[in-house]
């Protein structure tokens, strides 16, 4: 008779790889909405999956060895915002190529 012995997930949940991957991934969708629409959609119903997904994996699948106690927020806002200030720039630079004076008044509100 063999004792089987109850499985240990030790792996844990990897915050810092996972929250560099979201961002790429948001930063990819959002630079490629302003010349491709349809991309906005699909980035979105990507978010609301993974969020799922991930939450599911935080309850249930891996080991919380982590905590950030708030401060994980900061770091993650400023990085959105730069992404942000990029994605502006550069829908400021496609959209003053094709009619300068027409599309580069509409864009300046975005730099304020």
């Known amino acids: 008779m063999l004792n089987?012995?109850?499985y240990v997930d030790d792996i844990p949940f990897d915050l810092g790889?996972?929250?560099?991957?979201?961002a790429v991934y948001f930063a990819m969708g959002l630079f490629f909405s302003g010349t491709q629409p349809l991309q906005t959609v699909f980035t979105c119903m990507f978010?609301?999956?993974?969020?799922?997904?991930?939450?599911?994996n935080l309850i249930f699948v891996y080991n919380k060895?982590?905590?950030t106690k708030g401060i994980l927020w900061k770091p993650t806002l400023r990085l959105m915002l730069i992404i942000l200030y990029i994605f502006?720039?550069?829908q400021i630079g496609y959209f003053s190529l094709r009619d300068p004076l027409?599309?580069?008044g509409?864009?300046?509100y975005l730099l304020i």
Not at 17 to 22: D, F, K, M, N, V
Not at 47 to 56: D, R
Request: no cysteine.
């Open 65 to 67: 060895q982590f905590d």
């Open 106 to 108: 509409g864009m300046i």
């Open 4 to 6: 089987k012995t109850p």
């Open 102 to 104: 027409f599309f580069l």
């Open 88 to 90: 502006q720039m550069m």
């Open 17 to 22: 790889e996972r929250q560099a991957q979201s």
């Open 47 to 56: 978010f609301v999956m993974k969020y799922h997904v991930e939450k599911y």
